[in-house]
């Protein structure tokens, strides 16, 4: 069993910045791929990225290529999302995830989640 607590979220202007955590807890983190995902209003739950275990490699959905940056601190359980450039369509709850397996970007492929946290960017 993994627990997971995300933080960071908030109101940012249009091309503004934003990081988010998820701090683990109740196993071992470095066995877990972790993923973030995101849900607006009215629109189903979307992959945004993912980071392997080990922290080497990551997946990406194309939208948020070369402004999101996924990333994990084994030692601190931790893993993150910087979130930069945002823009009207990044705005969402953002979920932070956790499986045994790499490469997925459905979230059925996952089996625990955290609460989530609110991103919303004005314009």
């Known amino acids: 069993q993994v627990q997971l607590v995300e933080s960071g979220g908030g109101l940012v202007q249009a091309g503004g910045s934003l990081k988010l955590s998820c701090a683990a807890s109740?196993?071992?983190?470095?066995?877990?791929?972790m993923a973030w995902f995101r849900q607006a209003p009215g629109k189903e739950r979307e992959f945004v990225a993912a980071i392997s275990q080990n922290g080497v490699t990551s997946l990406y959905t194309d939208s948020v290529k070369g402004r999101f940056t996924i990333s994990r601190d084994n030692a601190k359980n931790t893993v993150y999302l910087q979130m930069n450039s945002l823009n009207s369509e990044d705005a969402a709850v953002y979920y932070c995830s956790a499986d045994i397996r790499y490469g997925g970007r459905r979230p059925d492929e996952y089996d625990y989640w955290g609460q989530g946290t609110q991103v919303t960017v004005s314009s």
């Open positions: 109740g196993s071992t983190f470095s066995r877990y791929t």
